[in-house]
């Protein structure tokens, strides 16, 4: 079993960054990382991930050049930068990663909610001013 909890988030002013942390139980070498998040009223989408066993990133448009996908494999941790802020950002942020089995995970299909079997319980990111 796979536990994942992420910190980090908060109130920021559009234009403001925040970095978004998650902690595993397990080093996360191999491992597809995704960070997701879900809108009130919205379904959860993948915004940046982390491919299996290669470790291309993927990032959906939106976000693209603004977040920055990363982990430290000997800190059992796995990050989410975010840059340049806005309202439309704002949402709960789920980190949520999926073992390394043999077979590859193309970064892109690891930002697909069905893929993860282990999630974080999230955390609130709120763009305002």
């Known amino acids: 079993q796979v536990q994942l909890v992420e910190s980090g988030g908060g109130l920021v002013q559009p234009g403001g960054s925040l970095r978004l942390s998650c902690t595993a139980s397990?080093?996360?070498?191999?491992?597809?990382i995704g960070w997701f998040r879900q809108a009130s009223g919205k379904k959860r989408e993948g915004v940046a991930c982390?491919?299996?066993?290669?470790?291309?990133?993927y990032y959906k448009d939106s976000v693209k050049g603004r977040f920055t996908i990363s982990r430290d494999v000997a800190e059992k941790m796995a990050y989410l930068q975010m840059d340049d802020l806005a309202p439309e950002d704002t949402a709960v942020y789920y980190c949520?990663?999926?073992?390394?089995?043999?077979?590859?995970?193309?970064?892109?299909?690891?930002?697909?909610?069905?893929?993860?079997?282990?999630w974080g319980q999230g955390t609130q990111v709120t763009v305002s001013s």
């Open positions: 397990v080093y996360l070498h191999d491992y597809g």
């Open positions: 949520a990663v999926v073992p390394p089995s043999g077979s590859h995970i193309p970064a892109q299909s690891m930002c697909d909610p069905r893929r993860s079997p282990y």
């Open positions: 982390i491919g299996s066993p290669d470790g291309w990133t």
